[in-house]
T-cell receptor
Framework: GNSVTQMEGPVTLSEEAFLTINCTYTATGYPSLFWYVQYPGEGLQLLLKATKADDKGSNKGFEATYRKETTSFHLEKGSVQVSDSAVYFCALSTSGTYKYIFGTGTRLKVLA | DAGVTQSPTHLIKTRGQQVTLRCSPKSGHDTVSWYQQALGQGPQFIFQYYEEEERQRGNFPDRFSGHQFPNYSSELNVNALLLGDSALYLC?????????????FGPGTRLTVL
């Protein structure tokens, strides 16, 4: 079945460090891919998305490229801030279904 | 423009009881999905409602049921509560229910079953 695998957390970085959070997926057909962020005590907010192979989603300095050949959608940011501390979820959806399938989440902690 | 709203924010119940959670979708959205997020886990899809019908269901028992009203708001009902039902319940709304459309999430209802 369809699934999403994220790297284990927590990830602890110093401010202005480079961030990579790995996400790989298994899916039939051509999924749409998403990164959501969850701040403490809040619901999920869409960070970025890509709907077809080679698309690059970007928002607030975060980027992720839909790589069909490696079935990956890794999240990157060149310089993290303390305010980026949150839990990040990779998710997919496939045509013909209406649900999102989420990874287990990766907690990011950025130290000043 | 109000986003997705959920009520109540927190709820404490005991085993065997029944609970109803409520969700109002974002303005302009007609589709509501419900997810269960256990502590330290990603959200798990419960079901989706569109045009007042359950359109798709995840791997949850029949104790979980729902309803969508003509104004697109929705309720999630859970009967015969178990300790394992303790979780954050998230409502998400979207337009038309296409899988590639962004789902907007509410802040969730934290359910604790004692």
């Amino acid at each position: 079945g369809n699934s999403v695998t994220q790297m284990e957390g927590p990830v602890t970085l110093s401010e202005e460090a480079f961030l990579t959070i790995n996400c790989t997926y298994t899916a039939t057909g051509y999924p749409s891919l998403f990164w959501y962020v969850q701040y403490p005590g809040e619901g999920l907010q869409l960070l970025l998305k890509a709907t077809k192979a080679d698309d690059k989603g970007s928002n607030k300095g975060f980027e992720a490229t839909y790589r069909k050949e490696t079935t990956s959608f890794h999240l990157e940011k060149g310089s993290v801030q303390v305010s980026d501390s949150a839990v990040y979820f990779c998710a997919l959806s496939t045509s013909g279904t209406y649900k999102y399938i989420f990874g287990t989440g990766t907690r990011l902690k950025v130290l000043a | 423009d109000a986003g997705v709203t959920q009520s109540p924010t927190h709820l404490i119940k005991t085993r065997g009881q029944q609970v109803t959670l409520r969700c109002s979708p974002k303005s302009g959205h007609d589709t509501v999905s419900w997810y269960q997020q256990a502590l330290g886990q990603g959200p798990q899809f419960i079901f989706q409602y569109y045009e007042e019908e359950e359109r798709q269901r995840g791997n949850f028992p029949d104790r979980f049921s729902g309803h969508q009203f003509p104004n697109y708001s929705s309720e999630l009902n859970v009967n015969a509560l178990l300790l394992g039902d303790s979780a954050l319940y998230l409502c998400a709304s979207s337009a038309g229910g296409y899988s590639y459309n962004e789902q907007f999430f509410g802040p969730g209802t934290r359910l604790t079953v004692l």
